[in-house]
């Protein structure tokens, strides 16, 4: 049986949630995305250092607001990690 738990299935009484849900799971990866990029821009000495301050305070403000939405909305941050089928998890598992 195929575990059902990560994939998206719209129902008309959690159209709202099942929206948020798929809103943040784009927004987490894309964060994920420019987190990656800001490391290797850090580790290769292409930023500043007041770049590398804003990048990190804005990751973190994301981080953070993410969180809040995914608890307003009583989501776990693994129910953002869509099952692809074959492909596996859309985001990495840490």
Do not use: C, H, W
């Not at 987490?28 to 770049?51: I, N």
């Not at 953070?64 to 998890?89: A, H």
């Amino acid at each position: 049986m195929t575990e059902r738990r990560n994939r998206l299935d719209l129902e008309p009484d959690t159209v709202e949630r099942d929206l948020v849900k798929l809103v943040l799971t784009v927004v987490e990866l894309l964060r994920q995305l420019m987190e990656r990029q800001a490391l290797r821009r850090f580790d290769t000495g292409d930023l500043s250092e007041e770049q590398e301050e804003r990048i990190g305070l804005t990751l973190m403000l994301l981080d953070d607001r993410m969180t809040e939405l995914r608890e307003r909305y009583g989501l776990r941050p693994e129910d953002l990690n869509l099952d692809l089928g074959p492909l596996g998890p859309l985001l990495p598992r840490d």
